[in-house]
């Protein structure tokens, strides 16, 4: 059974630019979540995909938008990149996304902005 | 807002030793997963406890859930290099389930 797939892993953009990621979850997940990590502020939760809807997002500003396709294939995108956009991005997926959940992360995506 | 403090944040250890790390919210958590992370990798689900007093062994790790479900514990016995990483404790958000916040995490080191 294949994993969550994100592409690409490594990335490195210049600011004002924009930016997109694509994460693959494990067949017959249907909720995809985003997550960024940095060392000063950890994981942080951006937004939650279920069944093409947005279902739940994070504090995070305007910038920083989600799709998700009918086969729950998830994108996310960082508009006009600023240098504290540099993270890891992860995309989990989970079966349900209810109570209880269990998510199963990608190897995540290395945006570096300069 | 629920927050989820763990500590120690750092731990320099050598192989064999024991060590407890810990979870703690002042919020009920309806579970409580733990995650083990490697560099350049994405998070691993090491488990998920649900009722309050839970014990769950996994060969050498063993996870506590705290009585009134506001904290867990994760002992590692005999730790190995390979035991390397940082560990994780997240948990669904109340109302918001499917949203996990998560630890401020532990960077455990475990040399030969």
């Known amino acids: 059974k294949a994993g969550v797939t994100q592409t690409p892993r490594y990335l490195i953009k210049t600011r004002g630019q924009q930016v997109t990621l694509s994460c693959s979850p494990i067949s017959g997940h249907r909720s995809v979540s985003w997550y960024q990590q940095t060392p000063g502020q950890g994981l942080q939760f951006l937004f939650e995909y279920f069944s093409e809807t947005q279902r739940n997002k994070g504090n995070f500003p305007g910038r920083f938008s989600g799709r998700q396709f009918s086969n729950s294939r998830s994108e996310m995108n960082v508009s006009t990149l600023e240098l504290g956009d540099s993270a890891l991005y992860l995309c989990?997926?989970?079966?349900?996304?209810?109570?209880?959940?269990?998510?199963?992360f990608g190897q995540g995506t290395r945006l570096t902005v300069v | 807002t629920q927050l989820l403090e763990q500590s120690p944040q750092f731990l320099s250890i050598q192989e064999g030793e024991n060590l407890t790390v810990y979870c703690n919210s002042s919020?009920?958590?309806?579970?409580l997963q733990w995650y083990r992370q490697e560099p350049g990798e994405g998070p691993v689900l090491l488990v998920t406890v649900v009722t309050g007093g839970e014990v769950k062994k996994l060969k050498r790790l063993t996870f506590q859930f705290g009585d009134a479900r506001k904290d867990s514990s994760l002992h590692i016995t005999a730790a190995q290099p390979g035991d390397t990483g940082l560990y994780l404790c997240?948990?669904?958000?109340?109302?918001?389930?499917?949203?996990?916040?998560f630890g401020t995490g532990t960077r455990l080191q475990v040399t030969l």
């Open positions: 919020s009920v958590f309806s579970s």
């Open positions: 997240a948990g669904p958000n109340t109302g918001t389930a499917s949203k996990l916040t």
């Open positions: 989990a997926s989970s079966f349900v996304g209810g109570l209880g959940t269990e998510a199963f």
